[in-house]
């Protein structure tokens, strides 16, 4: 069975999934234990907080350590819930809401450490959703379009119906946590780049260069910048990192302007 996101022939370098074949190998030993996807979501939590600890006490390799194994963790759930085939809103929004919540945390650790005004700091957070939004947009676009994804929506619209394992209560209050965090960002995206939707056209080497806004590769870059002791550059470097969004968009029309 496939347990993978997109269809072999479609699979493109995802810079910010270098940690999936760790992911795997925990979710396979995983399979036949007790563990549920929602376990492993709750341990990438953890492993976050953590990280923000070692940020605020300035321990920066224990930190990009932690982070690194939150990456992991966080495809660890996903690749969980495909290999015992239970997929869940539950799971799919909670994932995205804790995400949102520790990037938040991890932000103001990393302003707080660097001295950075908590102005620069809410900007950088608001680029770094808005970067990931745009790589998570063309994303589930291409998932949809090859059926390889069950959970994932291009809309988030309207609450889904619960899925059978999880209850319908449950897919409701975290389904309107998700929109307040994420329906801003999604409106933005989406009214910068609304045809995407309708194009048929997302080559591999597209989605291998937008990938780079992937949270994956985002914490990567933050915990590189920490370990090199350059805390500094963090909230800058994030800010002024979102003119690919613009130029990501022109490049996405440009591939489909003849199509």
């Given at each position: 069975m496939n347990h993978s996101k997109l269809p072999p022939e479609q699979k493109f370098i995802d810079l910010s999934d270098f940690g999936r074949p760790i992911a795997q190998v925990i979710a396979n030993?995983?399979?036949?234990?007790?563990?549920?996807?929602?376990?492993?979501?709750?341990?990438?939590?953890?492993?976050?907080?953590?990280?923000?600890?070692?940020?605020?006490?300035?321990?920066f390799i224990v930190a990009f350590i932690f982070l690194i194994l939150k990456s992991i963790l966080d495809a660890a759930d996903g690749e969980l819930a495909r290999i015992k085939n239970t997929p869940s809103y539950t799971g799919r929004y909670l994932d995205s809401v804790s995400d949102f919540i520790l990037n938040f945390l991890i932000l103001l650790a990393i302003g707080h450490v660097s001295n950075t005004s908590i102005i620069y700091t809410v900007i950088a957070f608001f680029a770094l959703e808005l970067q990931g939004t745009l790589y998570n947009y063309y994303y589930v676009i291409l998932r949809r379009r090859y059926n390889g994804d069950t959970t994932s929506r291009v809309f988030e619209n309207e609450t889904p119906n619960a899925l059978e394992g999880e209850k319908q209560s449950h897919v409701n209050t975290l389904f309107k946590l998700y929109k307040s965090c994420y329906g801003m960002f999604d409106r933005i995206i989406y009214v910068s780049d609304k045809k995407a939707i309708d194009d048929k056209h997302l080559p591999k080497w597209f989605m291998s260069f937008v990938s780079i806004y992937g949270l994956g590769f985002q914490l990567l870059l933050i915990g590189t910048l920490l370990v090199t002791k350059k805390e500094t550059l963090i909230i800058p470097f994030l800010i002024s990192y979102s003119v690919f969004i613009f130029i990501f968009i022109f490049l996405r029309r440009l591939i489909n302007f003849n199509k």
């Amino acid at each position: 069975m496939n347990h993978s996101k997109l269809p072999p022939e479609q699979k493109f370098i995802d810079l910010s999934d270098f940690g999936r074949p760790i992911a795997q190998v925990i979710a396979n030993s995983l399979k036949k234990s007790f563990a549920t996807p929602i376990h492993l979501t709750i341990a990438f939590v953890i492993a976050g907080l953590i990280a923000i600890y070692f940020i605020l006490i300035k321990i920066f390799i224990v930190a990009f350590i932690f982070l690194i194994l939150k990456s992991i963790l966080d495809a660890a759930d996903g690749e969980l819930a495909r290999i015992k085939n239970t997929p869940s809103y539950t799971g799919r929004y909670l994932d995205s809401v804790s995400d949102f919540i520790l990037n938040f945390l991890i932000l103001l650790a990393i302003g707080h450490v660097s001295n950075t005004s908590i102005i620069y700091t809410v900007i950088a957070f608001f680029a770094l959703e808005l970067q990931g939004t745009l790589y998570n947009y063309y994303y589930v676009i291409l998932r949809r379009r090859y059926n390889g994804d069950t959970t994932s929506r291009v809309f988030e619209n309207e609450t889904p119906n619960a899925l059978e394992g999880e209850k319908q209560s449950h897919v409701n209050t975290l389904f309107k946590l998700y929109k307040s965090c994420y329906g801003m960002f999604d409106r933005i995206i989406y009214v910068s780049d609304k045809k995407a939707i309708d194009d048929k056209h997302l080559p591999k080497w597209f989605m291998s260069f937008v990938s780079i806004y992937g949270l994956g590769f985002q914490l990567l870059l933050i915990g590189t910048l920490l370990v090199t002791k350059k805390e500094t550059l963090i909230i800058p470097f994030l800010i002024s990192y979102s003119v690919f969004i613009f130029i990501f968009i022109f490049l996405r029309r440009l591939i489909n302007f003849n199509k």
